[in-house]
């Protein structure tokens, strides 16, 4: 299996528990590193469509605990 190495977000610094991120057979894959056996696999389109919802705050009603 062809892949990057995992990178970090750099929001992250030091912690442990930061979401990571890679490619492997021309999808994108996204883990929590204290979880590393789970992973999320879509493609390169469909990552860059969330990338683009988060920066928009489309997602943003989910970090509202009143929500």
């Keep these: ?8 977000s750099s929001y992250s610094a030091n ?3 930061c979401v990571e991120v890679r490619t492997a057979d021309g999808l994108v894959e ?18 860059a469509k969330f990338l683009q919802g988060v920066k928009a ?7 509202d605990p009143a929500s």
């Design 30 to 47: 996204l883990r929590e590193s204290d979880e590393g056996d789970v992973v999320v696999r879509t493609t390169p389109v469909k990552f």
């Design 57 to 63: 705050g489309e997602f943003d009603h989910f970090a």
């Design 1 to 8: 299996m062809a892949s990057s190495s995992w990178q970090k």
């Design 15 to 17: 912690a442990n528990e």
